[in-house]
Every structure is written in structure tokens, then in C-alpha cells.
DNA sequence: CTGAAAGCGCTTACAG
DNA sequence: CTGAAAGCGCTTACAG
């Protein structure tokens, strides 16, 4: 193991030369260029790391990052996964360890959010759901002196911690126009809840951008987000006797639950609509005889983002909010 | 921030004492029952934790556990979220924090297991698959004194690290025999590979004890354990002409792409065979309009068991591997 | 301009 | 039986 010292000795000087060397931070001290050399020169032979705990232990910190994640996207879309593969690698990148929690409820996230975390963590980031009383804590939490950076899906105009998410209308904006580009007139879509209107104001942009009215009756109510919840919205879709060349799902698995249903009436092939989803989940990927066009969920960006804009709050630095892009993936199930 | 010193401080003893109370390990010392007491109240009010960066320090530790993730499961599976979530908590209960590394080929595997490790974390996890030059590589860091433990799908004759994972031949086993019970004669099998015959033996097994002959013409090779295999592996045992009441897919994704195909061909409902999945994944659980009868992939728990392995290593106990037992789960896809 | 000392929070071996 | 000192690996303020 190498250390300050075992540097120190190999060269005949003091531990403290060496820590001023390496770190550059030579103050009033003075070196000579020949013992400079020898102290870069040996630690690059020793590969020689800083014991992280020892610097964190020093500098007040605790070399630890909270990863609360109240999980997101449909089951099986792999949002999550793409989330904390990438916090982690730019974890690594920081020298941070991550402290991962998840959460099922609310409640658990808020009662995880109490003072021993403070003496946990340098900093939160907290993904998935945002939520009043949550955010409530979080500023408590904040106003305590601990960083705080969001990556929830929420209402962009709210602004309280700085925030990393998907552009959602973008998302529904990019797949609406590619479908209205490849010539669909009637584009239904499954619209999941009130509370969550940015996908559809995406739809409903993209028509009128592209000179074409929206039909509401096209537009049907989704439980969720989950294959039997697209299944149940193409069932009342169907049922209505609206005429559709087109389906916007809020979801992969909402497209192919859709799909599912029209398989199963034994829908002519031909008479298949067009149909995009979101997240570009391996459902969409793999899915079979058709995989499916669908835009991109950027968690791995917002991950990224979100722990970057973390280390600049460590220097007090100032960050801003970000609505990342979402890229169009183009299936065979919309190729015309 | 509390600290023994603090504690020291408000009851006017030095941070030693407190120490060896709070750590109950007075050595020759003695102490007052009054002052005891004193210190241990003052403790519990502050909530006392000591600082866990120091305790590694002291103790020559990192701190930190290694987990190297190679992913396993069909895409979408949710099976390596399974595995972290509950490597999370197990480590968040040892006081432990983790070095998550993702691996997409063996031989970034290999290069990250260098001689930086040993000075990074504690202990390894390897999860996913195992390989005989990875495993090489581990051997060796094992000996220069780094614990390691597996939980891979592998051979359970191959003895070369302490491994868990869920016992891949009982899962077709339980989906088989449920299947028989349930009253299929004919059952097809998907089968991926050669090198993983687990799965298949005990669909085999199960024929067995069962008194059944197994019908090798019922059994298909698929290209992996996707839905589009799935999908082209039911298109063979169609085009074979074999009948058959039933199907033992070696994943849900592969008995979903096997669904999908008999909705495309309009396969008469009352003719559909019973299906089974492997690993319990939403798409089982979610996929319309019938949900899939699997069986656990036990991720969870292998996790746990990982991470408690570990800690025995630390203290130099003995370990032992172990093939956790998965569970039937029913569904509307087998029900008569 | 140089070097030794203090200190982050903890534990334990070792003098008195 | 008691208490102060050493030390894990690091950095920096502060005497000479």
C-alpha cells in the first residue's frame, strides 16, 4: 500500500513535502527541482491514490453522496437501471461513494430525510416522484446546510431545487410529428392522468405546428403506464368506432399492450396503425414481430447532470436547472 | 455533529473513556456505574454514530464493498434492480458503502480487476456470469488477500469461489411439474445453449419423477431469452407440426414472444397451450390479457447472502455456498 | 524561505 | 487500576 510516508521514505523527505508536491499546493514552501521530480517520479511508479477516507476524514467531508430513488418509468423499462449505472460511474469519477436508497412510498422517503443523513452524506440527489411534503423536508434538509439537486419528473415552472429531468412534451412532441410525417392523420393517444398533462400538451404541439386539428375523441384516459393499462385504453379506442391510423402511447408497455389487443381481435395487418411509445425500453427493443419507434427517457444524462451539478455545489458554485432533450429511435413499427 | 469528543465534553471525562464505554470494551479500565450511565444517556440523546470514515481509518479498512455487476436476465427483467436494491440495504446494515461497477464484456471485467482494487475496496462481489479467465484474475486477487464472493449462474459442481444463486434446475422443475399437474401431456421446452443445461434438467426431471417420457421433438433451441427468440422458437415447434398443451420457457420474455405468436397466427384461445415464464419480471406479472406463471429468480435474496458472506469473511468465519431455492408463482396462463 | 506540529474522529497498546 | 500518548493517512496554519 502506498502512502504519503512510504513515498516520503523511499526518497529521504517528509510526508509533508510530498503532499505539497503532489497537490501542487506548495505555499511559502520551496523544493528543489531534482526532489520534485523524484516525488512525481515515485508516485507514478507506486500508481500512488490518495486513501480517500483519510482526505474525507480531513476535509470535514464524508465522501458520500445519498441516492434516494423512488423508482420511475413502467416495470421492465430499465429507467432505474440506466439511472444508477450512470450516477455510479460518475460517482467514480467524483471519488464519491454512493449511498443508494430506494423507496416504494412517500413515507419512507420522508422519514429516511432526518438528521442522522446529515451526518451521512455530503449531498442528496433524490430522483423519481416529487412530491410537497417531500419537497418540504428536502428544503429543511437543505437549509441544514446539506446540498440538495433533484432528478424527479415534475412540472418544470415549479422551482425548487435544481432539477434534472427529460423534456416530456418534447418527448411526445418528437413521436406525434414523426408519425404525422409518415403521413397519419388520425393519431389516438393514451393519455395517463391530470396531474401529468406535458406528454400531451407534446401530442397536441406537434398538430398544431403541423397544421392539423387535434380530435379529442382520440384522446383516451391510461390507468398507467404498465402493458395492461395500453391494452384497456386500445379496448375503449376500438370500442369508440373512431377511425385512427396512429397511436401515441404514453409508455412502451402501453404500446405494445395496445398492439397485444389488436393482435388479438385478429386485426388486419394492414390496417394496423402506427404506433410510438416512450422510454426506448428493451420492450420496445425486442419487441416481436414489430419492434417499436419510440424517444428516449435520458436518465442516464440526467444522473450525470444531476451528480455533476452536485460537485459544483460542493465549490459553491452556481447551477441551473435542465430539461434534457429526448432522442426519436425510429422501429419498424412506424415505418410506413 | 456529535463526536466523542463532544460527549466527552458535556459529561467532563476524556473522549478515551467514552469511547471504551460506548464500545463496551474496557480493557483494564474501569468507570464509575454514575459515570457510565452518564455517558451512555448522553449518547443515546445525541443519537450518537460514530463517524464511519474514522472507524475505517483506524482500522486499516476501506470501508467499501466492491460489486461488479455483469447483468443477467432478459432485458427489461428487472433482475439486476433486484440484486442492487437489495445489496443496497444489506450493505447500508453493515456500515458498509458500495463500489457499484457495471460490466457490459468480460474483458472490462478483467481490466478493473487490478491491483487499484485492493486499495479501493474491502471485499468483491462479482454478479453475473461467470468465466474462466475472470475467474482466474479473481483467484488472484483473492490470494494477495482480497475476499471475494460470487453470485453467478454457473455450474454448482464448479467449486472456485463462495457462490449463491437461485437453483436453476428446480425453477423449470417447479414450472414443469405444475404444468403436468395441471394435466399437459405434451410439453415444449425452450432451450438457450448447450453451456446452461440447468434449466432444461429439470424440466427433464420433472418428466421423470412424474412418470412421463420426455418427447425430445418438443424441445427448441433459442437464440437467447428475449421475446423475439421466443417468438421464433414458437414459430419452429409450430411449422414441426408437434402438438402440444404446454411450454416451458426458460424466460417470460421467451414465452411472451411464444404468445405473441399464436395472437399474430389467431391460434384459437381454447388451443393455447399453458405457458410458463422464468424470473417473476413485471412483464409476467403485467403482460395482458394474460398474466404468466413464472417462478423467482431469487435475486434478492442472493444479494443478501453475497454481502453476508462477505462479512463472515471479514471476521474469518467459514462459508459455504449455497442454491436458493426459487417459487411457483400462478398465474392466469396455467390456469385450466 | 523552511520544517515540525496540530488536527480530522476514532481505538488500543503501553507507560505510570 | 488509571490516564495520556501514539497512530490510521492526510492537509494546512503557524511558528522559527
Redesign the pocket.
Known amino acids: ?1 502506498s ?3 512510504s513515498i516520503a521514505a523511499d526518497i529521504g523527505v ?4 510530498v ?2 508536491v ?2 501542487n ?1 506548495m ?5 528543489s527541482e531534482k526532489t520534485r521530480e523524484a516525488i512525481l517520479r515515485r508516485a507514478q511508479e507506486l500508481d ?4 480517500p ?3 474525507a ?4 467531508r464524508r465522501g458520500v453522496i445519498g441516492l434516494f430513488v423512488h423508482g420511475v418509468g413502467a416495470p421492465g423499462s430499465d429507467l432505474n437501471v440506466d439511472f444508477i449505472l450512470s450516477a455510479t460511474q460518475k460517482a467514480s469519477d467524483m471519488r464519491m461513494n454512493l449511498w443508494l436508497q430506494f423507496f416504494e412510498h412517500d413515507d419512507e422517503f420522508i422519514s429516511a430525510c432526518n438528521s442522522k443523513l446529515l451526518r451521512k452524506i455530503d449531498g442528496l440527489i433524490v430522483a423519481g416522484i416529487s412530491h410537497p411534503q417531500l419537497t418540504k423536508k428536502l428544503n429543511e434538509m437543505e437549509s441544514q446546510g446539506l446540498p440538495v439537486v433533484s432528478a424527479c419528473h415534475k412540472d418544470p415552472e415549479v422551482r425548487d431545487f435544481v432539477n434534472f429531468q427529460v423534456d416530456a412534451t418534447a418527448q411526445c412532441y418528437l413521436t406525434t410529428a414523426h408519425l404525422i410525417e409518415i403521413g397519419c392523420r388520425r393519431i389516438a393517444h393514451f393519455n395517463v392522468g391530470a396531474s401529468w398533462p406535458f406528454r400531451q400538451q407534446g401530442y397536441e404541439k406537434a398538430h398544431l405546428e403541423m397544421g392539423l386539428l387535434v380530435d379529442k375523441r382520440l384522446i383516451f384516459p391510461s390507468k398507467n403506464y404498465n402493458a395492461k393499462a395500453g391494452y384497456e385504453s386500445m379496448a375503449l379506442l376500438v370500442e369508440s368506432g373512431e377511425t385512427f391510423d396512429g397511436l401515441v402511447a404514453q409508455s412502451d408497455a402501453q404500446a405494445v399492450g395496445a398492439l397485444h389487443y389488436l393482435l388479438e381481435r385478429g386485426w388486419p395487418r394492414e390496417r394496423w396503425p402506427k404506433i410510438t411509445g416512450v422510454d426506448n425500453s428493451p420492450i420496445a427493443q425486442f419487441y416481436s414481430p414489430v419492434p417499436l419507434t419510440s424517444v428516449t427517457a435520458e436518465m442516464a444524462t440526467c444522473a450525470r447532470l444531476a451528480l455533476g451539478a452536485l460537485e459544483q455545489k460542493f465549490k459553491r458554485e452556481p447551477v441551473e436547472s435542465h430539461l434534457v432533450p429526448p432522442q426519436l429511435v425510429i422501429r419498424q413499427s412506424t415505418v410506413p
Open positions: 500500500m502512502s504519503l510516508k517528509s510526508h509533508v513535502l503532499s505539497r503532489l497537490n499546493r505555499g511559502t514552501t520551496r523544493v500512488y491514490q490518495p486513501n477516507l483519510a482526505l476524514l480531513k476535509q470535514g
